[in-house]
């Protein structure tokens, strides 16, 4: 599978071909954004597009994924001159983990969440998946949950924290794997790849009351360090793992893909791209596919400090990140009248 990373060494970008131990650089393309672009427009597959710019320069990947490389990881794509025109979206209760732990959440009687006449909304979603998410080629199912997270500005790298604001009850991992799609100038979506995402939330708000679930998915959070072109995204077994003060204090295996899901890709991307808004020739999308556990759902409440490790098997070094708490007081963000 060809394994495509982003770096930055000062002001400079590249785009580099992961080939263990090393990361070969590309020559002209600067961002996977543009040589994505450069594949759409030129009718040539992405990949071979890629070899043909495959250059000897290379730079030691055990290095640069330590950070201890003047080269740093950027997330695994980007708009590299628009952030606001990356739109950052998952999809939830695609697992079946998932639909428990939101299930468990909000269920008014949680020693009985089973039962018919006490199911949830996040239940009966997650139901109308299992029984409408895999429509028949060229049918269209049942419509999954849909979030926004924000636009280029939320996406962090491999390395970097991911921050609990100020205003925020509390902030966890979402081990989940992201597709990544750009719009032709044909205004029709094209899927580049695949990367490894933390899709990180406030599942204490969220808890509250469900309807606080957009809020609670306003966060930062990150992908990478690497994109997959050409994964099939049938199943991926993986791990989760948060270290304290380098001790493991919790971890869990998890899946994903669309074996392991109740919709298939194509449904998702289905109701992603059917709104006209969402094809804007130019414009990047970073697609969360949802979660097989995290550890909020265990009773674990991450500290400053923490790291959050994800990996799935094929989709390259795991994903790091640390957790950082912003403690300073919350303050009232007063609106200036222009009148």
């Known amino acids: ?57 290379s730079l030691d990947y055990d290095q640069v994924y330590s950070g201890r490389s003047e080269w740093r990881i950027l997330p695994a794509a980007d708009h590299p001159e628009e952030p606001a025109r990356c739109l950052v979206t998952g999809t939830g209760l695609t697992h079946m983990a998932s639909a428990k732990n939101r299930d468990a959440m909000h269920a008014k009687n949680p020693d009985q969440p089973d039962k018919v006449e006490t199911l949830t909304d996040s239940m009966k979603m997650f ?41 925020a009850e509390d902030g966890g991992e979402e081990p989940e794997v992201a597709g990544i799609y750009l719009i032709g100038d044909d205004a029709r979506p094209y899927r580049i790849g695949f990367a490894i995402g933390n899709e990180f939330s406030d599942h204490k ?99 400053d400090g923490d790291v959050m490790t994800v990996s799935f098997e094929g989709f390259g070094r795991p994903l790091r990140n640390p957790v950082k708490i912003d403690s300073a007081t919350d303050e009232v963000v007063a609106v200036t009248r222009l009148d």
């Open 205 to 303: 708000f969220e808890k509250r009351n469900y309807l606080y679930l957009a809020g609670s998915k306003l966060r930062n959070c990150a992908i990478g360090p690497e994109l997959v072109v050409d994964h099939d995204f049938q199943s991926a077994p993986g791990e989760v793992v948060i270290e304290r003060d380098g001790r493991r204090v919790w971890s869990q295996e998890i899946k994903t893909g669309e074996a392991e899901m109740c919709h298939s890709l194509s449904n998702i991307e289905h109701h992603h791209f059917k709104f006209e808004w969402h094809r804007r020739p130019g414009d990047l999308h970073v697609h969360f596919f949802g979660a097989d556990a995290f550890s909020f759902g265990a009773g674990i409440q991450l500290s």
């Open 127 to 167: 139901r109308w998946g299992i029984e409408g998410g895999r429509p028949e080629p060229g049918k269209i199912g049942a419509a999954p949950e849909w979030f926004y997270k924000g636009c280029g500005e939320v996406l962090r790298a491999h390395g970097e924290p991911l921050i609990t604001p100020r205003y």
């Open 1 to 57: 599978m060809l394994r495509l990373i982003q770096l930055r060494n000062g002001n400079i970008r590249k785009v580099g071909v992961v080939d263990e131990p090393r990361i070969r650089l590309l020559s002209e393309f600067a961002s996977i954004y543009d040589l994505a672009r450069a594949a759409i427009g030129s009718g040539v597959k992405l990949s071979a597009l890629a070899s043909r710019h495959d250059t000897a320069e």
